[in-house]
């Protein structure tokens, strides 16, 4: 079983930065692919970035790209979503999660809102 918990969301004015937080634990997370996705309000939850396991390959959706960075430390079993230049639309609660042959396993998301 694989237990994801994300942290670091709050209240940013546009133009603000945040960064997220995932803490891994259960399974061997260096093995896997991680991924942000977020969920707005009365919205299709969607796709928001991903890394590899090694952290050599990344993949970001391209209403965030140029403005996210997503990364990941094996060795504290995190992963991380930087936010720079955040925008209104931002607005959702965001999840990470592991893929095991699908996106399987999620955390309970955290809530980054934008507003001035």
């Known amino acids: 079983q694989v237990q994801l918990v994300e942290s670091g969301g709050g209240l940013v004015r546009p133009g603000g930065s945040l960064r997220l937080s995932c803490a891994a634990s259960?399974?061997?997370?260096?093995?896997?692919?991680m991924g942000w996705f977020r969920q707005a309000p009365g919205k299709e939850r969607e796709f928001v970035a991903l890394?590899?396991?090694?952290?050599?390959?990344?993949n970001y959706a391209d209403s965030v790209k140029g403005r996210v960075t997503i990364s990941r430390d094996n060795a504290k079993n995190t992963v991380y979503l930087q936010m720079n230049s955040l925008k209104p639309e931002d607005t959702a609660v965001y999840y990470c999660?592991?893929?095991?042959?699908?996106?399987?396993?999620w955390g309970q998301g955290t809530q980054v809102t934008v507003s001035s």
């Open positions: 999660s592991l893929n095991q042959g699908g996106w399987n396993y």
């Open positions: 259960g399974r061997t997370f260096s093995s896997y692919t």
């Open positions: 890394i590899s396991w090694s952290g050599v390959s990344t």
